[in-house]
T-cell receptor, first 110, second 115 residues
Framework: TQLLEQSPQFLSIQEGENLTVYCNSSSVFSSLQWYRQEPGEGPVLLVTVVTGGEVKKLKRLTFQFGDARKDSSLHITAAQPGDTGLYLCAGTDSWGKLQFGAGTQVVVTP | GAVVSQHPSRVICKSGTSVKIECRSLDFQATTMFWYRQFPKQSLMLMATSNEGSKATYEQGVEKDKFLINHASLTLSTLTVTSAHPEDSSFYIC???????????FGSGTRLTVV
């Protein structure tokens, strides 16, 4: 059973559109991380959110951490083909191990 | 930033043989490394936690005699897939926590194909 639930599993949009990916859990996390993974490569860290209610922006990407620190969202504004990839949320469990959500495959077509 | 070097990036082996995958932390010391497996179109599943100078801890359902982990130094952890079978074909990725970077950094992964 996945500790972190991600939705949707797959998202296909046109260039210029906006999208949101959600990451939910029944557990409280001290922090959540978002990664992007390209085929055949390891995940690359995008951001870490630590404080409940926190909002972080990284150019066109906006990350939000829920007040109760159980959920997070990633919003991409005006998506570009270069945003295509597998987006993964991850949290450190009570044993100090980084556990991943199932991932959201995002495809942005020109 | 912190870098974890993983190799080989791709390996093809015959059923019954063993394959060793190496992960080295560059510019930082990793007392703990994590090993993940990823099947196509799926997420990363934690296999085991590798601890420098002590035995690895394995996740439920992962055979420790099949996936041998050695973490003999603060910069090197190895995963050996013993007596590999086609169902072991997967993408294996290592990760380490870097205190200065304040985050987990991942290797580039190893695509294992067992024929």
């Amino acid at each position: 059973t996945q500790l972190l639930e991600q939705s949707p599993q797959f998202l296909s949009i046109q260039e210029g559109e906006n999208l949101t990916v959600y990451c939910n859990s029944s557990s409280v996390f001290s922090s959540l991380q978002w990664y992007r993974q390209e085929p055949g490569e390891g995940p690359v860290l995008l951001v870490t959110v630590v404080t409940g209610g926190e909002v972080k922006k990284l150019k066109r990407l906006t990350f939000q951490f829920g007040d109760a620190r159980k959920d997070s969202s990633l919003h991409i504004t005006a998506a570009q083909p270069g945003d295509t990839g597998l987006y993964l949320c991850a949290g450190t469990d009570s044993w100090g191990k980084l556990q991943f959500g199932a991932g959201t495959q995002v495809v942005v077509t020109p | 930033g912190a870098v974890v070097s993983q190799h080989p990036s791709r390996v093809i082996c015959k059923s019954g043989t063993s394959v060793k995958i190496e992960c080295r932390s560059l510019d930082f010391q990793a007392t703990t490394m994590f090993w993940y497996r990823q099947f196509p179109k799926q997420s990363l599943m934690l296999m085991a936690t590798s601890n420098e100078g002590s035995k690895a801890t394995y996740e439920q359902g992962v055979e420790k005699d099949k996936f041998l982990i050695n973490h003999a130094s603060l910069t090197l952890s190895t995963l050996t897939v013993t007596s590999a079978h086609p169902e072991d074909s997967s993408f294996y990725i290592c990760s380490a926590w870097d205190r200065e970077y304040d985050g987990y950094t991942f290797g580039s992964g190893t695509r294992l194909t067992v024929v």
